[in-house]
Nanobody, 126 residues
């Protein structure tokens, strides 16, 4: 069992930056694919970013590419999402996900992940 806890959400002005974190307990994150998804009311969960199981490759959704960075600190069992140049359309609940059976072609598919956090809210507004 993997427990994921997100933190770091909040209110930020357009153009600003924010870093959200996802800390895992129960098992080490080594060997797990990790991802961030986001969701707004009435919409499907949207892929934001992912780290491959080996940790050697990163993947990003088209809407965040060049602005967001996913990284991990295995020593702290934590995954980060650094968000820069935030836009109003980035406003959403952000969810951390983990899976140890996620193949590369499925990294962008939320159904491929076994464990999820409760989410952290990010609001971008002036």
């Amino acid at each position: 069992q993997v427990h994921l806890l997100e933190s770091g959400g909040g209110l930020v002005q357009p153009g600003g930056s924010l870093r959200v974190s996802c800390t895992a307990s129960g098992r080490t994150l080594r060997g797990y694919a990790m991802a961030w998804f986001r969701q707004t009311p009435g919409k499907e969960r949207e892929f934001v970013a992912a780290l491959s199981r080996t940790g050697g490759y990163t993947y990003y959704g088209d809407s965040v590419k060049g602005r967001f960075t996913i990284s991990t600190d295995n020593g702290k069992n934590t995954v980060y999402l650094q968000m820069n140049n935030l836009k109003a359309e980035d406003t959403a609940s952000y969810y951390c996900a983990a899976g140890n059976r996620v193949i590369t072609s499925a990294l962008r598919n939320h159904a491929a992940y076994e464990w999820w956090g409760q989410g952290t809210q990010v609001a971008v507004s002036s």
